[in-house]
């Protein structure tokens, strides 16, 4: 099992739905959550940290659910310029943690 | 402000060739990292060293080397190149410890073995 698990997708939407992204994480002891947007043949990009009690930037939501060890992604009023992949990262913060990434969801805004 | 560097951008290798990716960071981040990704995959986990003098593997090591002799370096050396490494790869780095540590991105590499 992957330690880090991610909605498959694709996600096909039009101009300003609502969409959300699941992330699973099967190591109990990480400690620190994140979304990251990646653009066609470039570098992952922070979009943000998740936050055990919610965080919201803008049209984007993140949740995190330690208990059933999963984190989402919500974004409201989706624009064109959201069209990319999205991929959650889990973080160990010990001196021995290493940081693992989800395949990644790609999302497809459309018009 | 340079953050993380990697070279080359693209390389092109035949198999059974050798080479080595740089990697460096100037932010005195203690973890570094390559990933590799694959076309239309997420990224793997190569390996990956939480300060100099300590490396450890990740999940498809097979192939590559490291070495961690300062905080700033990180190369990932391949040793027999094979077509099954044609891959970009990534070179990122952050702190450790504490919460909320971003993990930054090189430009990534684009690596062909014909």
């Known amino acids: 099992r992957k330690e880090v698990e991610q909605d498959p997708g694709p996600f096909n939407v039009p101009e300003g739905a609502t969409v959300a992204f699941n992330c699973t994480y099967s190591n109990s002891a990480s400690q620190s959550f994140f979304w990251y947007r990646q653009d066609c043949r470039k570098e992952p990009k922070l979009l943000m940290s998740?936050?055990?009690s919610g965080n919201e930037d803008g049209r984007f939501t993140a949740q995190l659910n330690r208990a059933s060890q999963y984190i989402s992604l919500l974004i409201r009023d989706s624009k064109l310029s959201d069209s990319a992949t999205y991929l959650c990262?889990?973080?160990?913060?010990?001196?021995?943690?290493?940081?693992?990434f989800g395949d990644g969801t790609t999302l497809t805004v459309k018009p | 402000n340079a953050g993380v560097t990697q070279t080359p951008k693209f390389q092109v290798l035949k198999t059974g060739q050798s080479m080595t990716l740089q990697c460096a960071q100037d932010m005195n981040h203690e973890y570094m990292s390559w990933y590799r990704q694959d076309p239309g995959m997420g990224l793997r986990l190569i390996h990956y060293?939480?300060?100099?003098?300590?490396?450890d593997q990740g999940e498809v090591p097979n192939g590559y080397n490291v070495s961690r002799s300062t905080t700033e370096d990180f190369p990932l050396r391949l040793l027999s190149a094979a077509p099954s490494q044609t891959s970009v790869y990534f070179c990122a780095s952050r702190f450790t410890g504490g919460a909320g540590n971003t993990i930054y991105f090189g430009e990534g590499s684009w690596l062909t073995v014909v």
């Open positions: 060293s939480v300060g100099a003098g300590i490396t």
């Open positions: 998740v936050y055990s």
């Open positions: 990262a889990v973080h160990l913060n010990t001196n021995a943690g290493k940081s693992t």
